[in-house]
Protein backbone atom coordinates (compact mmCIF):
# COMPACT_ATOMS: atom_id res chain seq x y z
CA UNK A 1 0.00 0.00 0.00
CA UNK A 2 1.60 3.12 -1.01
CA UNK A 3 1.50 6.06 1.25
CA UNK A 4 -0.39 9.29 0.50
CA UNK A 5 2.86 11.19 1.26
CA UNK A 6 4.37 8.93 -1.49
CA UNK A 7 1.48 9.75 -3.78
CA UNK A 8 1.59 13.36 -3.38
CA UNK A 9 5.29 13.40 -4.19
CA UNK A 10 4.99 11.12 -7.04
CA UNK A 11 2.83 13.68 -8.40
CA UNK A 12 5.00 16.67 -8.30
CA UNK A 13 8.34 14.42 -9.35
CA UNK A 14 6.28 13.32 -12.06
CA UNK A 15 5.86 16.51 -13.08
CA UNK A 16 9.02 17.13 -13.14
CA UNK A 17 10.57 14.32 -14.43
CA UNK A 18 8.14 14.84 -17.63
CA UNK A 19 8.98 17.90 -17.59
CA UNK A 20 12.96 17.73 -18.02
CA UNK A 21 12.12 14.71 -20.19
CA UNK A 22 10.35 16.84 -22.98
CA UNK A 23 12.32 20.02 -22.75
CA UNK A 24 14.26 19.34 -25.28
CA UNK A 25 12.14 18.06 -27.47
CA UNK A 26 9.04 20.67 -27.18
CA UNK A 27 8.20 22.03 -30.00
CA UNK A 28 9.59 19.98 -32.40
CA UNK A 29 8.13 17.88 -34.66
CA UNK A 30 8.00 14.12 -33.61
CA UNK A 31 9.49 13.00 -37.11
CA UNK A 32 12.49 15.06 -36.61
CA UNK A 33 12.34 13.73 -33.18
CA UNK A 34 12.06 9.96 -34.59
CA UNK A 35 15.13 11.00 -36.64
CA UNK A 36 17.09 12.47 -33.80
CA UNK A 37 16.62 10.20 -31.02
CA UNK A 38 14.29 7.44 -31.91
CA UNK A 39 12.31 6.63 -28.73
CA UNK A 40 13.43 8.78 -25.78
CA UNK A 41 15.40 6.80 -23.17
CA UNK A 42 16.64 9.27 -20.97
CA UNK A 43 17.36 13.00 -20.40
CA UNK A 44 19.22 14.89 -22.86
CA UNK A 45 20.58 18.02 -23.73
CA UNK A 46 18.61 20.47 -25.68
CA UNK A 47 19.89 20.82 -29.30
CA UNK A 48 20.72 23.81 -31.14
CA UNK A 49 17.63 23.45 -33.47
CA UNK A 50 15.52 23.70 -30.51
CA UNK A 51 14.52 27.61 -31.02
CA UNK A 52 12.58 27.18 -27.33
CA UNK A 53 15.28 25.43 -24.79
CA UNK A 54 18.36 25.58 -26.69
CA UNK A 55 21.66 25.79 -24.28
CA UNK A 56 19.53 24.12 -21.17
CA UNK A 57 21.31 21.62 -20.01
CA UNK A 58 20.06 17.36 -19.65
CA UNK A 59 17.35 17.16 -17.02
CA UNK A 60 16.54 20.96 -16.52
CA UNK A 61 12.86 21.65 -15.84
CA UNK A 62 10.92 24.45 -17.74
CA UNK A 63 7.82 26.59 -16.90
CA UNK A 64 5.36 23.71 -16.71
CA UNK A 65 7.49 22.73 -13.10
CA UNK A 66 8.53 26.51 -12.21
CA UNK A 67 4.28 27.48 -12.62
CA UNK A 68 3.61 24.58 -11.06
CA UNK A 69 5.78 25.19 -7.62
CA UNK A 70 4.70 28.30 -7.41
CA UNK A 71 1.13 27.64 -7.67
CA UNK A 72 2.03 25.63 -4.65
CA UNK A 73 3.49 27.70 -2.49
CA UNK A 74 0.91 30.68 -3.13
CA UNK A 75 -1.44 27.48 -1.96
CA UNK A 76 0.05 27.27 0.91
CA UNK A 77 0.25 30.83 1.72
CA UNK A 78 -3.44 31.54 0.98
CA UNK A 79 -4.58 27.95 3.02
CA UNK A 80 -5.87 26.75 -0.13
CA UNK A 81 -6.98 29.52 -1.89
CA UNK A 82 -4.69 32.11 -4.37
CA UNK A 83 -4.36 35.64 -4.26
CA UNK A 84 -4.88 36.88 -7.75
CA UNK A 85 -2.62 39.47 -7.57
CA UNK A 86 0.11 37.43 -6.27
CA UNK A 87 -0.18 34.86 -8.58
CA UNK A 88 0.12 37.65 -11.63
CA UNK A 89 3.15 39.16 -9.25
CA UNK A 90 4.67 35.94 -8.96
CA UNK A 91 4.53 34.82 -12.66
CA UNK A 92 5.80 38.37 -14.23
CA UNK A 93 8.55 37.85 -11.25
CA UNK A 94 9.48 33.97 -12.44
CA UNK A 95 9.61 35.74 -16.37
CA UNK A 96 11.99 38.65 -15.41
CA UNK A 97 14.71 35.97 -14.02
CA UNK A 98 14.06 33.50 -16.91
CA UNK A 99 15.12 36.60 -19.12
CA UNK A 100 17.90 37.52 -17.00
CA UNK A 101 19.07 34.55 -17.43
CA UNK A 102 18.78 34.16 -21.51
CA UNK A 103 15.77 31.75 -21.23
CA UNK A 104 13.46 32.21 -24.47
CA UNK A 105 11.22 29.45 -22.92
CA UNK A 106 8.67 32.45 -21.03
CA UNK A 107 5.09 33.06 -20.42
CA UNK A 108 2.64 31.23 -22.91
CA UNK A 109 0.03 32.99 -24.43
CA UNK A 110 -3.43 33.34 -21.90
CA UNK A 111 -0.95 34.23 -18.84
CA UNK A 112 0.94 36.60 -21.11
CA UNK A 113 -2.60 38.55 -22.20
CA UNK A 114 -4.00 38.39 -18.85
CA UNK A 115 -0.88 39.35 -17.41
CA UNK A 116 -0.62 42.34 -19.72
CA UNK A 117 -4.60 43.65 -19.25
CA UNK A 118 -3.91 43.35 -15.62
CA UNK A 119 -1.14 45.92 -15.75
CA UNK A 120 -3.16 48.52 -18.11
CA UNK A 121 -5.70 48.38 -15.35
CA UNK A 122 -8.27 45.27 -16.28
CA UNK A 123 -10.70 45.30 -13.61
CA UNK A 124 -10.55 41.73 -12.15
CA UNK A 125 -12.67 39.10 -13.59
CA UNK A 126 -12.02 40.12 -17.47
CA UNK A 127 -8.14 39.36 -17.26
CA UNK A 128 -8.79 35.88 -18.19
CA UNK A 129 -11.62 36.10 -20.60
CA UNK A 130 -10.34 34.28 -23.80
CA UNK A 131 -7.66 32.66 -22.12
CA UNK A 132 -8.10 28.85 -23.06
CA UNK A 133 -4.25 27.18 -23.98
CA UNK A 134 -2.95 24.23 -21.90
CA UNK A 135 -1.05 26.73 -18.88
CA UNK A 136 -4.11 25.92 -16.46
CA UNK A 137 -3.59 22.61 -16.86
CA UNK A 138 -0.06 22.17 -17.09
CA UNK A 139 0.57 24.33 -13.28
CA UNK A 140 -2.90 23.03 -11.91
CA UNK A 141 -1.58 19.98 -10.17
CA UNK A 142 -0.90 21.45 -6.46
CA UNK A 143 -5.02 22.61 -6.56
CA UNK A 144 -5.03 18.02 -7.16
CA UNK A 145 -3.08 17.57 -4.14
CA UNK A 146 -4.97 20.19 -1.69
CA UNK A 147 -8.39 19.38 -3.27
CA UNK A 148 -9.75 15.44 -2.11
CA UNK A 149 -12.35 14.76 -5.28
CA UNK A 150 -14.63 14.30 -2.94
CA UNK A 151 -16.74 17.06 -3.40
CA UNK A 152 -15.84 16.97 -6.63
CA UNK A 153 -17.60 20.15 -7.24
CA UNK A 154 -15.52 21.62 -4.22
CA UNK A 155 -11.97 20.37 -6.17
CA UNK A 156 -13.82 21.83 -9.21
CA UNK A 157 -14.62 25.33 -8.26
CA UNK A 158 -10.64 25.62 -6.35
CA UNK A 159 -9.63 24.54 -9.97
CA UNK A 160 -11.88 27.52 -11.62
CA UNK A 161 -10.83 30.28 -8.79
CA UNK A 162 -6.93 29.77 -9.18
CA UNK A 163 -7.59 29.90 -12.81
CA UNK A 164 -9.47 32.91 -13.19
CA UNK A 165 -6.60 36.10 -13.63
CA UNK A 166 -5.35 33.98 -16.67
CA UNK A 167 -7.83 31.59 -18.05
CA UNK A 168 -11.23 32.19 -17.15
CA UNK A 169 -12.78 30.17 -19.44
CA UNK A 170 -14.60 26.69 -20.59
CA UNK A 171 -11.90 25.12 -22.35
CA UNK A 172 -9.23 26.09 -19.77
CA UNK A 173 -11.23 25.17 -17.02
CA UNK A 174 -12.43 21.64 -18.27
CA UNK A 175 -8.74 20.82 -18.85
CA UNK A 176 -7.26 21.77 -15.88
CA UNK A 177 -10.04 20.39 -13.95
CA UNK A 178 -9.38 17.29 -15.07
CA UNK A 179 -5.80 16.74 -14.58
CA UNK A 180 -6.86 18.13 -10.87
CA UNK A 181 -9.35 16.04 -10.66
CA UNK A 182 -7.37 12.88 -12.02
CA UNK A 183 -4.24 13.58 -9.31
CA UNK A 184 -6.21 14.08 -6.52
CA UNK A 185 -8.00 10.53 -7.31
CA UNK A 186 -4.86 9.02 -7.45
CA UNK A 187 -3.72 10.51 -4.18
CA UNK A 188 -6.12 8.81 -2.66
CA UNK A 189 -5.35 5.57 -4.05
CA UNK A 190 -7.08 5.32 -7.19
CA UNK A 191 -5.49 3.20 -10.36
CA UNK A 192 -4.65 4.95 -13.52
CA UNK A 193 -8.01 4.27 -15.06
CA UNK A 194 -10.42 5.27 -12.03
CA UNK A 195 -8.52 8.26 -12.05
CA UNK A 196 -8.85 8.84 -15.94
CA UNK A 197 -12.59 8.15 -15.91
CA UNK A 198 -12.70 10.94 -12.49
CA UNK A 199 -10.90 13.45 -14.60
CA UNK A 200 -13.64 13.25 -17.32
CA UNK A 201 -16.30 13.80 -15.06
CA UNK A 202 -14.26 16.61 -13.90
CA UNK A 203 -13.56 18.21 -16.92
CA UNK A 204 -17.46 17.86 -17.78
CA UNK A 205 -18.01 19.63 -14.33
CA UNK A 206 -14.86 22.36 -15.59
CA UNK A 207 -16.58 23.08 -18.90
CA UNK A 208 -19.49 24.61 -16.80
CA UNK A 209 -17.15 26.97 -15.11
CA UNK A 210 -15.88 30.55 -16.81
CA UNK A 211 -16.64 32.29 -19.82
CA UNK A 212 -17.83 30.83 -23.27
CA UNK A 213 -15.12 29.98 -25.59
CA UNK A 214 -15.74 27.55 -28.79
CA UNK A 215 -13.95 24.58 -28.74
CA UNK A 216 -13.71 20.66 -28.76
CA UNK A 217 -15.27 19.02 -25.60
CA UNK A 218 -12.24 18.50 -23.53
CA UNK A 219 -14.34 15.25 -21.17
CA UNK A 220 -15.44 13.97 -24.39
CA UNK A 221 -11.99 13.94 -26.23
CA UNK A 222 -10.50 12.72 -23.16
CA UNK A 223 -12.94 9.85 -23.45
CA UNK A 224 -12.31 9.05 -26.95
CA UNK A 225 -8.74 9.45 -27.08
CA UNK A 226 -7.96 7.14 -24.67
CA UNK A 227 -10.50 4.63 -26.07
CA UNK A 228 -8.74 5.16 -29.27
CA UNK A 229 -5.45 4.18 -28.00
CA UNK A 230 -6.02 1.03 -26.47
CA UNK A 231 -6.75 -0.37 -29.65
CA UNK A 232 -4.22 1.00 -31.74
CA UNK A 233 -0.65 -0.78 -33.05
CA UNK A 234 0.74 2.60 -32.83
CA UNK A 235 -0.25 4.80 -30.09
CA UNK A 236 1.87 7.59 -29.70
CA UNK A 237 1.44 8.14 -34.19
CA UNK A 238 -2.35 7.95 -33.39
CA UNK A 239 -2.17 10.56 -30.40
CA UNK A 240 -0.02 13.06 -32.23
CA UNK A 241 -1.58 12.96 -35.66
CA UNK A 242 -4.98 12.91 -34.65
CA UNK A 243 -5.20 13.78 -31.15
CA UNK A 244 -2.89 16.67 -31.12
CA UNK A 245 -0.42 17.79 -28.57
CA UNK A 246 -0.81 21.58 -29.48
CA UNK A 247 -0.77 24.14 -27.07
CA UNK A 248 -4.88 23.59 -27.50
CA UNK A 249 -6.62 22.52 -24.02
CA UNK A 250 -8.29 20.38 -26.10
CA UNK A 251 -5.70 18.65 -27.83
CA UNK A 252 -2.77 18.74 -24.86
CA UNK A 253 -4.79 17.51 -21.83
CA UNK A 254 -6.41 14.18 -24.12
CA UNK A 255 -2.72 13.68 -25.39
CA UNK A 256 -1.87 13.49 -21.51
CA UNK A 257 -4.44 11.40 -20.60
CA UNK A 258 -3.99 8.81 -23.39
CA UNK A 259 -0.74 8.38 -22.77
CA UNK A 260 -0.91 7.40 -19.06
CA UNK A 261 -3.78 5.05 -20.42
CA UNK A 262 -1.31 3.17 -22.55
CA UNK A 263 1.12 3.29 -20.30
CA UNK A 264 -0.93 2.68 -17.26
CA UNK A 265 2.13 0.83 -15.02
CA UNK A 266 4.62 2.53 -15.25
CA UNK A 267 5.01 6.56 -14.74
CA UNK A 268 8.64 7.04 -16.06
CA UNK A 269 7.85 5.46 -19.44
CA UNK A 270 4.55 7.59 -19.53
CA UNK A 271 6.73 10.17 -19.58
CA UNK A 272 9.34 9.53 -21.32
CA UNK A 273 6.50 8.31 -24.29
CA UNK A 274 5.22 11.55 -24.12
CA UNK A 275 8.40 13.41 -24.16
CA UNK A 276 8.77 11.70 -27.48
CA UNK A 277 5.78 13.01 -29.22
CA UNK A 278 6.42 16.45 -30.55
CA UNK A 279 4.53 19.43 -30.11
CA UNK A 280 4.09 20.87 -26.66
CA UNK A 281 5.66 17.81 -25.56
CA UNK A 282 7.01 18.76 -22.43
CA UNK A 283 3.89 20.15 -21.15
CA UNK A 284 1.66 16.67 -22.42
CA UNK A 285 4.74 14.62 -19.77
CA UNK A 286 4.92 16.88 -17.32
CA UNK A 287 0.51 16.41 -16.93
CA UNK A 288 0.89 12.68 -18.04
CA UNK A 289 3.36 12.76 -15.19
CA UNK A 290 1.61 13.79 -12.38
CA UNK A 291 -1.32 11.97 -12.98
CA UNK A 292 0.49 9.09 -13.54
CA UNK A 293 2.64 9.52 -10.59
CA UNK A 294 -0.08 10.73 -8.44
CA UNK A 295 -1.29 6.86 -9.09
CA UNK A 296 1.36 5.44 -8.30
CA UNK A 297 3.99 7.20 -6.19
CA UNK A 298 7.53 8.66 -6.15
CA UNK A 299 8.75 5.05 -4.65
CA UNK A 300 7.88 3.40 -8.16
CA UNK A 301 10.36 5.84 -10.14
CA UNK A 302 13.59 5.57 -11.06
CA UNK A 303 16.37 6.29 -8.54
CA UNK A 304 18.79 7.31 -10.95
CA UNK A 305 16.26 9.43 -13.08
CA UNK A 306 15.03 11.06 -9.68
CA UNK A 307 18.58 11.90 -8.68
CA UNK A 308 19.41 13.37 -12.13
CA UNK A 309 16.66 15.62 -12.16
CA UNK A 310 17.32 16.91 -8.85
CA UNK A 311 21.26 17.25 -9.58
CA UNK A 312 20.17 19.40 -12.31
CA UNK A 313 17.51 21.57 -10.39
CA UNK A 314 19.00 21.52 -6.83
CA UNK A 315 16.49 23.75 -5.37
CA UNK A 316 12.96 23.06 -6.82
CA UNK A 317 11.90 22.04 -2.76
CA UNK A 318 9.23 19.23 -3.88
CA UNK A 319 9.42 17.57 -0.61
CA UNK A 320 8.89 20.37 2.02
CA UNK A 321 5.84 21.53 -0.58
CA UNK A 322 4.59 18.15 -0.77
CA UNK A 323 4.26 17.85 2.59
CA UNK A 324 2.46 21.43 3.21
CA UNK A 325 -0.12 20.58 0.17
CA UNK A 326 -1.13 17.58 2.36
CA UNK A 327 -1.62 19.17 5.57
CA UNK A 328 -4.45 21.93 3.50
CA UNK A 329 -5.89 18.21 1.92
CA UNK A 330 -5.85 16.90 5.74
CA UNK A 331 -7.72 20.39 7.22
CA UNK A 332 -10.02 20.07 3.88
CA UNK A 333 -11.26 16.93 4.70
CA UNK A 334 -11.49 17.25 8.40
CA UNK A 335 -14.05 20.60 7.42
CA UNK A 336 -16.26 18.64 4.86
MG1 LIG B 1 7.45 23.99 -20.72
Known sequence: MVARRDRALGALTGLALGDALGMPTQSLSRQRILERYGALTWFVDAPDENEISRGTAAGRVTDDTDQALILGRLLVEGAGRVDPRRLADELL???ARMVDQGSADLLGPSTRRALQLLAQGAPAGTTGRWGDTNGAAMRVTPVGIVYPPDPIDRLVDAVADVNRVTHDTTVANAGAAAVAAAVSAGIDGAAPAEAIALGIDAARLGSTRGHFVPG????????WACELVSSSRDPLEVIYRL???????????????????VYSDDTFQACLAAASLGGDCDTVAAMAGAISGACHGFAALPGNAVATLNAANPALGIDPLAERLLELRDHLGAAS
Do not use: K
Open 93 to 95: SWE
Open 243 to 261: VGTGLATQEAVPAAFAVVS
Open 216 to 223: ADVAARIE
